[in-house]
């Protein structure tokens, strides 16, 4: 894989912050919007193009255009693309607190809701939110997002960077005496 080269960095558990996801939102169920679709019922399979949105919950990914299958369980797989020159996006509330999200942007976002998980593929970056402010941030050209797990994988040809703002409770200020 062109990926692993050893300009590759795993981040596991480093990013465990960023990726704890509202749990309630796997069992929900997935509403698509776009300007155009067609569907084949038979092999359960859906083309969307032009303004794709797809909604699973808390999850939102919005892109250009879409292949979304269902597996004979009930689990969707999606495929988004952005628009040339444009990168799609995936924003999805945290479990954790009230106003944290994780968001992510890709030219190529792959989601998979049995396993939880999103693959975003060129000019990758996926950051979390505490409300409007971008506290964690993690670039790639491949960042694979497991929400289930809580854990992050990045790889890039050149480097993978990324940037974790402070845990400690002092630098907030809530633990000076």
């Not at 269902?70 to 797989?77: C, M, T, W």
């Not at 990324?162 to 200020?173: A, E, P, Y």
């Amino acid at each position: 894989m062109k990926y692993l080269l050893p300009a590759i960095l795993v981040l596991i558990g480093c990013f465990s912050s960023l990726s704890h996801a509202e749990k309630a939102d796997k069992d929900k169920p997935i509403s698509l919007s776009s300007e155009k679709a067609t569907f084949d019922d038979v092999r359960q399979i859906y083309h969307l193009e032009k303004n794709v949105l797809l909604i699973k919950g808390t999850l939102i990914i919005r892109g250009e255009s879409a292949e979304v299958k269902i597996d004979p369980e009930g689990y969707q797989y999606a495929t988004i693309l952005a628009k040339p020159g444009s990168l799609a996006s995936l924003r999805q509330k945290r479990d954790t607190a009230q106003d944290e999200y994780t968001e992510g942007y890709a030219q190529r976002i792959e989601y998979d809701a049995k396993q939880e998980t999103a693959i975003l593929i060129g000019t990758a970056h996926m950051n979390k939110l505490t409300g409007t402010k971008i506290s964690d941030r993690i670039n790639g050209d491949r960042i694979e997002y497991d929400s289930g797990k809580e854990k992050y994988q990045a790889a890039s040809q050149g480097a993978v960077r990324s940037t974790l703002s402070s845990r400690r409770k002092d630098s907030l200020g809530t633990n000076k005496k």
